[in-house]
């Protein structure tokens, strides 16, 4: 490009636009420099006073200290000269900017080897108005860049993969498969994954299209088909068929549909290298099941279906909602007759690395899968891998497990008693809520005696501490330790059937055990559920409860005066019981056997739900539902 005089001050101007200090002169603030005009080697400031919105002043030659350019004024305070008084310099606005230059801070235009683009041309400065090399692109100019094959993070289709242009602007590179299975396609317009499966449809709740069902350590005599059926239960909380595909590596295993607010249950194979036996810990390729859905649906698994005597059930995640940290519940080992508690990562995605940092109960473990005796580990699984942390003494609870991708975890016992003096034995098995997910505030009630509609059955309750030195408070007050010293340690609260609100500094984990048979709180063996954060409630639920079963109730816990119903009756006044002075209730409702176990709760505000169902010597206890939204520490 030519440099004479004619077209110097024309190409100074556009190159300070170029560099954002362009404003619309009609729009500018009220106050600043007059016009003001440099000629010669030193630059004459501008007469310094009140200027009207969008006044304009210009400057050419050679300022104090650099080269002078076009510079508006309008500003707040302007100058006409180099870089201390240079017009448009460092302290020059324009078009009513309110601290925008309109050259560099020394008075250059342009800064050498700075690239800017012309249409699709890409012009490289040379530091003093012009331009040391002009090339034209063959694809696209990106300002700063120059020739680039893409525009950084521009998003396309290729086919179901949507690839994003790389920081570089070199190459599109593949990050997200539109999954069929979920309905999902590539939107060309947007060059994003759209369908009611989505990320952007689907929020951070239980309700989701991909979910990993797992089976887990049970006592033996229990996980034989087709006496005992470990099953998954889908219910379809949209509007439309959802069809649904179960897979376990390569193979399919199942495909149905599931009519809007219906539920299927179906059962899978048991997998013996996870259920069968007692250790050692181990790592099972492609050992969990993948259950993936057109449409957005709730997922549990039983292990086993049937009401037999030793039993528990999970609420499973959804994929979307996993995490990649966690502290772990589970049950001591009872070494009384050799039986474990475990704890089971799943991955969702090939290369997954998984690191175990044991609590300091958690240090006993029968090594195996990449696991050392001492319960510390760092494997990486493959989607669908399960690695399985079994026992040899002591108890896995308060173990932190972190990864580099979002992992599935589930908790539990291949059977126990709880409290160990009273019988009988039951399975314990629980989806843990991500670390992120977890919060500060829950509330606590214990189960209804399933005999008595007036009496209560008792619990254990364990609070986790996920950092050190969290102070712990109770409304109504109970009569135990209100300090944790370390990440990971718990305080248990022994049988009783207290309600109460638990509060804490830092982020808790809270569990609940449901006692045995002959503790005297009627029928039940024991079951486990962890608490709900009371930040994650929800003011709509679908949820399963198994007809199957003897007996089955929701347990509700809402804000005094909340309107609340369940399959669209509303819950009793006189059902209601407060918690302490805290301004929440709690009920029990038996749930009907007479349909196909979906049930709804609605309320008028959030509320929390906990299902279980008993017969003699067997149980099950899960969340009813919850959101998972991110909560700070």
């Given at each position: 490009m030519r440099k004479d005089s004619s077209n110097f001050t024309v190409f100074l101007g556009a190159c300070a636009c170029l560099l954002g200090a362009c404003g619309d002169g009609g729009s500018g603030r009220t106050g600043g420099a007059s016009s003001g005009t440099a000629t010669g080697g030193t630059a004459t400031a501008g007469t310094a006073g009140t200027a009207t919105a969008g006044t304009v002043g210009t400057a050419t030659g050679v300022g104090s200290t650099g080269t002078a350019t076009t510079g508006t004024a309008g500003g707040s305070t302007g100058t006409a000269g180099g870089s201390t008084g240079t017009a448009g310099g460092s302290t020059g606005t324009a078009g009513g900017g309110s601290s925008g230059t309109t050259a560099g801070t020394t008075g250059g235009v342009c800064p050498a080897g700075t690239i800017v683009c012309e249409g699709n041309t890409a012009k490289e400065c040379d530091g003093m108005g012009g331009f040391t090399q002009e090339t034209p692109c063959a694809e696209v100019c990106v300002e700063g860049l120059g020739c680039a094959t893409c525009v950084p993070g521009e998003a396309q289709c290729n086919g179901d993969t949507v690839e994003v242009c790389d920081p570089n602007g070199e190459m599109f590179v593949p990050t997200?498969?539109?999954?069929?299975?979920?309905?999902?396609?590539?939107?060309?317009?947007?060059?994003?994954?759209s369908g009611a499966c989505s990320q952007g449809a689907l929020g951070l709740s239980y309700i989701g299209c991909d979910y990993y069902p797992t089976v887990t350590q049970q006592y033996d005599l229990y996980n034989t088909s087709p006496k005992d059926d470990f099953a998954v239960a889908v219910a379809n909380t949209s509007g439309s068929t959802a069809t649904v595909t179960v897979t376990r590596g390569a193979n399919t295993v199942a495909m149905f549909d599931v009519m809007p607010g219906d539920v299927v249950v179906r059962v899978l194979p048991w997998v013996d290298a996870l259920t069968k036996g007692t250790g050692p810990s181990v790592l099972v390729t492609d050992g969990a099941y993948r259950l993936r859905s057109t449409q957005p649906v709730t997922v549990y698994q039983y292990n086993p279906i049937e009401a037999t005597t030793t039993n528990d059930a999970s609420l499973l995640l959804p994929v979307n909602a996993w995490g990649a940290e966690y502290i772990v519940g589970a049950w001591p080992h009872w070494s009384a007759i050799n039986l474990p508690g475990f704890y089971a990562v799943v991955a969702g995605e090939d290369g997954t690395t998984v690191t175990l940092t044991p609590s300091g109960t958690g240090g006993q473990v029968q090594a195996g899968g990449g696991v050392a005796a001492n319960g510390t580990a760092q494997v990486t699984l493959d989607q669908?891998?399960?690695?399985?942390?079994?026992?040899?003494?002591?108890?896995?609870?308060?173990?932190?497990?972190?990864?580099?991708?979002?992992?599935?975890?589930?908790?539990?016992?291949?059977?126990?008693?709880?409290?160990?003096?009273?019988?009988?034995?039951?399975?314990?098995?629980?989806?843990?809520?991500?670390?992120?997910?977890?919060?500060?505030?829950?509330?606590?009630?214990?189960?209804?005696?399933?005999?008595?509609?007036?009496?209560?059955?008792?619990?254990?309750?364990?609070?986790?501490?996920?950092?050190?030195?969290?102070?712990?408070?109770?409304?109504?007050?109970?009569?135990?330790?209100?300090?944790?010293?370390?990440?990971?340690?718990?305080?248990?609260?022994?049988?009783?059937?207290a309600a109460y609100r638990v509060s804490a500094d830092k982020k808790i984990l809270v569990l609940q055990y449901m006692v045995g048979q002959t503790a005297g709180y009627g029928l039940s063996d024991p079951a486990m559920v962890q608490g709900i954060p009371a930040e994650q409630f929800r003011q709509d639920y679908l949820f399963h409860a198994a007809p199957t079963w003897v007996v089955n109730f929701v347990d509700i816990v809402a804000p005094d005066g909340a309107a609340v119903e369940v399959d669209g009756s509303p819950v009793s006044p006189m059902a209601w019981q407060p918690i302490g002075a805290t301004g929440w209730s709690y009920a029990h409702v038996q749930l009907s056997n007479a349909g196909n176990g979906n049930h709804t709760v609605t309320g008028s505000q959030g509320v929390g739900i906990t299902v279980y169902g008993v017969q003699s010597a067997g149980s099950y206890w899960y969340p009813g539902g919850l959101d998972l939204s991110i909560i700070p520490q």
């Amino acid at each position: 490009m030519r440099k004479d005089s004619s077209n110097f001050t024309v190409f100074l101007g556009a190159c300070a636009c170029l560099l954002g200090a362009c404003g619309d002169g009609g729009s500018g603030r009220t106050g600043g420099a007059s016009s003001g005009t440099a000629t010669g080697g030193t630059a004459t400031a501008g007469t310094a006073g009140t200027a009207t919105a969008g006044t304009v002043g210009t400057a050419t030659g050679v300022g104090s200290t650099g080269t002078a350019t076009t510079g508006t004024a309008g500003g707040s305070t302007g100058t006409a000269g180099g870089s201390t008084g240079t017009a448009g310099g460092s302290t020059g606005t324009a078009g009513g900017g309110s601290s925008g230059t309109t050259a560099g801070t020394t008075g250059g235009v342009c800064p050498a080897g700075t690239i800017v683009c012309e249409g699709n041309t890409a012009k490289e400065c040379d530091g003093m108005g012009g331009f040391t090399q002009e090339t034209p692109c063959a694809e696209v100019c990106v300002e700063g860049l120059g020739c680039a094959t893409c525009v950084p993070g521009e998003a396309q289709c290729n086919g179901d993969t949507v690839e994003v242009c790389d920081p570089n602007g070199e190459m599109f590179v593949p990050t997200e498969t539109c999954d069929p299975l979920q309905g999902q396609v590539c939107d060309a317009q947007f060059g994003q994954c759209s369908g009611a499966c989505s990320q952007g449809a689907l929020g951070l709740s239980y309700i989701g299209c991909d979910y990993y069902p797992t089976v887990t350590q049970q006592y033996d005599l229990y996980n034989t088909s087709p006496k005992d059926d470990f099953a998954v239960a889908v219910a379809n909380t949209s509007g439309s068929t959802a069809t649904v595909t179960v897979t376990r590596g390569a193979n399919t295993v199942a495909m149905f549909d599931v009519m809007p607010g219906d539920v299927v249950v179906r059962v899978l194979p048991w997998v013996d290298a996870l259920t069968k036996g007692t250790g050692p810990s181990v790592l099972v390729t492609d050992g969990a099941y993948r259950l993936r859905s057109t449409q957005p649906v709730t997922v549990y698994q039983y292990n086993p279906i049937e009401a037999t005597t030793t039993n528990d059930a999970s609420l499973l995640l959804p994929v979307n909602a996993w995490g990649a940290e966690y502290i772990v519940g589970a049950w001591p080992h009872w070494s009384a007759i050799n039986l474990p508690g475990f704890y089971a990562v799943v991955a969702g995605e090939d290369g997954t690395t998984v690191t175990l940092t044991p609590s300091g109960t958690g240090g006993q473990v029968q090594a195996g899968g990449g696991v050392a005796a001492n319960g510390t580990a760092q494997v990486t699984l493959d989607q669908g891998d399960v690695l399985q942390v079994i026992t040899s003494g002591g108890d896995l609870t308060g173990t932190r497990v972190t990864s580099d991708k979002p992992v599935q975890v589930i908790g539990g016992h291949d059977c126990t008693n709880i409290p160990f003096q009273f019988a009988a034995c039951d399975h314990l098995e629980e989806a843990i809520i991500p670390l992120d997910a977890l919060a500060k505030e829950y509330f606590v009630v214990p189960p209804i005696h399933p005999s008595d509609p007036n009496a209560e059955k008792a619990q254990i309750v364990r609070i986790v501490a996920t950092e050190p030195n969290t102070t712990l408070s109770f409304d109504p007050d109970q009569p135990v330790n209100k300090t944790l010293t370390n990440a990971g340690d718990y305080l248990e609260i022994g049988m009783s059937t207290a309600a109460y609100r638990v509060s804490a500094d830092k982020k808790i984990l809270v569990l609940q055990y449901m006692v045995g048979q002959t503790a005297g709180y009627g029928l039940s063996d024991p079951a486990m559920v962890q608490g709900i954060p009371a930040e994650q409630f929800r003011q709509d639920y679908l949820f399963h409860a198994a007809p199957t079963w003897v007996v089955n109730f929701v347990d509700i816990v809402a804000p005094d005066g909340a309107a609340v119903e369940v399959d669209g009756s509303p819950v009793s006044p006189m059902a209601w019981q407060p918690i302490g002075a805290t301004g929440w209730s709690y009920a029990h409702v038996q749930l009907s056997n007479a349909g196909n176990g979906n049930h709804t709760v609605t309320g008028s505000q959030g509320v929390g739900i906990t299902v279980y169902g008993v017969q003699s010597a067997g149980s099950y206890w899960y969340p009813g539902g919850l959101d998972l939204s991110i909560i700070p520490q």
